[in-house]
């Protein structure tokens, strides 16, 4: 099931001459080892990362300065021993993360064996050296070699997410679409295929699909920025492609949203590169399942593309007849969109 929260109030879009300047002000997205978190910690965080790219990137909206404030406080104090008084905004979201204590990565990708410190990653090897005074010895462990290997490539994923996830995540951004039913039969193959997706490195990783469809929208409004666009979420990103598709060139946008939708769409073919050197930094064995199962991963068809809606929309398109879709446009749908799959 998923959970959408809606905080109303993003900012409109800034004068185009100032994204260069508010741009610089985004800090670096941060490494985060998730061995060492709990899910609700490893959410937390990803939060946090969100709302200090969109408080930089709209300084004058001061919720967003308060929700990144309270978010940093509950991290510094621990989730355990936080109290949330409210049940709604922000609150909401840490009161869910206090209760998912379990590790950030799924029991199975532990040293399950032996598990002494989750939500660590402890590898253990087949056999262990000991010296109880006596001289050395070894003692078997009951975990396989292929275990122990197993588990250290789980380790070394840490890496490959951190540096790949983000800036591959624009080339699933179907998977953020919510009415499919709606759509032109390619960008419903498209979003099941994006969808497959998340949910093949999410059983490779070990992370919870909510986790990691936070973290790949952190990657879509990061990305959108580092190209010269605005930090939409992805679902109004979505949105106003739909909507720029239907209007044709009858109707347009103003110039600033007609920028960032080019830059997102540049951001989107940037992502192809990057998931291609993502599948590279896989095993082998890994690169050939996820190759054969999704087939055209890692190329521009395989994501949004900007002919998904060519001769899609044959009725007519005048202003009277789309003009209530237009506050969306530019506004947002919301100052940001956490989704949960639970």
Known sequence: ?????????????????????????????????????????????????????????????????????????????????????????????????KQLTMPAITPQFLSSRVGNIPPYIECVPPAIQMDEGYGPFWVDTGVSQEEYNNCLYRGSLINVINKHWETSSPHLIYNFLEKPGSEPAIIQAKRLNHRLAMEYFSRLTGLSGDNLTLWARNGIIRSQIQVGGLPWQPEEALANFRLSAKAGEKIGFDPVTITALVQLFVAILGAVGATIALIQALRRQEQISLESTLRGIGSPPFGAEKTDYDNFFKEDTSAEKIKWLFPIVGIGLAAFLFTNKN
């Open 1 to 97: 099931m998923t959970k959408i929260a809606y905080i109303h109030g993003l900012p409109r879009h800034p004068p185009q001459d100032e994204w260069e300047e508010r741009r610089a002000q985004i800090p670096t997205q941060p490494f985060i080892d998730y061995s060492k978190l709990t899910r609700g910690e490893l959410k937390v965080f990803l939060l946090q990362e969100q709302l200090q790219m969109l408080s930089a990137f709209y300084p004058e909206n001061v919720q967003y300065k308060s929700y990144l404030q309270d978010v940093e406080a509950a991290l510094d104090k621990g989730l355990a021993g936080i109290r949330i008084y409210n049940r709604a905004g922000i609150d909401v979201i840490l009161a869910q993360a």
